[in-house]
């Protein structure tokens, strides 16, 4: 089953500017992870934010998160080529480990 | 750090054939889990393993078997591969965390 929802499916941007991707989920979750994927490779672990908060950051990364309206962002800043990349998250569900993932956002980072 | 492995990063089989692919994780980690990435459908889950010879169907699990002898591997069996399931094929092991952690992947043409 597929909860998380990325908007937008793909955005391109300069390199030096900021990006912003926002997952939907429909259910209540425990946490939300963002996850990142280079082409053709498996995905790395980015930054995890718990029900109970409502920021985080992690270097360049902040996550926001809002469970009233159920979504939660992903602002990358100062963006480099580096970068460039698909961007996932993924909710928890209750008593399991299993995870629910969203179709992915596809940055591109132009130089 | 963790690491996750997985047998083969491309693989080209023949309608009919069996298909063995396997992940192998170095860091003890009790549940693993086997996912295929299709485009725009993001990640859904094919099996999970929360033990040694313990195993659970996710979503999509037909067509598909798992083998976990050993803590360290577990193994997706394609029984008799179709042209449907060419697609990536990511592994991913869980410590008593929420963080999983993903092998490269196996892009995996059925001919």
């Known amino acids: 089953s597929q909860q998380g929802e990325e908007d937008p499916q793909a955005l391109s941007i300069q390199e030096g500017e900021n990006a912003t991707m926002n997952c939907s989920y429909k259910?209540?979750?425990?946490?939300l992870q963002w996850y990142r994927q280079n082409s053709g490779r498996g995905l790395v672990h980015l930054i995890l934010i718990r029900s109970n908060e409502r920021e985080k950051h992690s270097g360049r990364l902040r996550v926001t998160l809002d469970t009233s309206k159920k979504s939660s962002s992903l602002l990358i800043t100062a963006s480099r080529a580096a970068d460039t990349a698909s961007y996932f998250c993924a909710t928890d569900e209750d008593s399991n480990y299993q995870l629910i993932w969203g179709a992915g956002t596809k940055l591109i980072i132009k130089p | 750090d963790v690491k996750v492995t997985q047998s083969s990063r491309y693989l080209v089989k023949r309608t009919g054939e069996k298909v063995f692919l396997e992940c192998v994780q170095d860091m003890d980690h009790e549940n693993m889990f086997w996912y295929r990435q299709d485009p725009g459908l993001g990640l859904r889950l094919i099996y999970f393993s929360y033990d040694v010879k313990m195993k659970e169907k996710g979503d999509i699990p037909e067509g598909y078997s798992v083998s976990r002898e050993k803590k360290e591997r577990f193994s997706l069996i394609l029984e008799s591969a179709s042209t449907n399931q060419t697609s990536m094929y990511l592994c991913?092991?869980?410590?008593?965390?929420?963080?999983?952690?993903f092998g490269p992947g196996t892009r995996l043409l059925v001919l």
């Open positions: 991913a092991s869980l410590s008593g965390g929420e963080t999983q952690y």
């Open positions: 259910t209540s979750i425990n946490n």
